[in-house]
């Protein structure tokens, strides 16, 4: 079992750089971790994965805006979103996957309002 905690989230202006932070806890070594967003009426999305050795994938909408991250000596994620844009507004989860490394039994946070609005 694992723990997801978001932090960050808030309303912020476009252009105006934000850092969503994700902590885990609870037994077992988390493999995949990653950011997804969700909209009303809309399926929840990737925006940006990354594997425990590190190599991160990206939505398009995300590539060469955001960044993600992790310390895994911290169970932590990060996802550094710069330049962000109305479209980018949703409520954005963390979450992390015990036995995979493609996010495909993954555990949720309770996820982090973003709002990006002028």
């Known amino acids: 079992q694992v723990q997801l905690v978001e932090s960050g989230g808030g309303l912020v202006q476009p252009g105006e750089s934000l850092r969503l932070s994700c902590t885990a806890s609870?037994?077992?070594?988390?493999?995949?971790m990653g950011w997804y967003r969700q909209v009303p009426g809309k399926q929840r999305e990737l925006v940006a994965a990354i594997t425990s050795g590190g190599s991160p994938v990206y939505a398009d909408s995300a590539k060469g805006r955001f960044t993600i991250s992790r310390d895994n000596a911290k169970n932590m994620v990060y996802l550094q979103m710069n330049s962000p844009k109305p479209d980018d507004t949703a409520v954005y989860y963390c979450?992390?996957?015990?036995?995979?490394?493609?996010?495909?039994?993954?555990?949720w946070g309770q996820g982090t309002q973003v709002t990006v609005s002028s």
């Open positions: 979450a992390a996957d015990l036995a995979t490394e493609f996010l495909l039994q993954p555990f």
């Open positions: 609870g037994s077992g070594s988390i493999k995949a």
